[in-house]
């Protein structure tokens, strides 16, 4: 039983640990989508020279 208790603690730390690293999972895709590097496809400058 002590194991049991020992592993729910420490599936609690590293779920804590997870959620204060990461911080919250609806900032993360827009600021990764925005400093993701753009391809041509996708660059207006690129485009508009075509």
């Known amino acids: ?5 020992a592993f729910v603690i420490l599936l609690a730390i590293v779920w ?3 959620r204060l ?4 999972s609806s900032a993360t895709p827009s600021a ?3 400093d993701a590097p753009r391809g041509p496809d996708d ?3 690129f485009l508009d020279k075509l």
């Open 1 to 5: 039983m002590a194991y049991l208790f």
């Open 16 to 18: 804590i640990g997870w």
């Open 32 to 34: 990764v989508r925005h």
């Open 43 to 45: 660059d207006p400058e």
């Open 21 to 24: 690293t990461y911080g919250s």
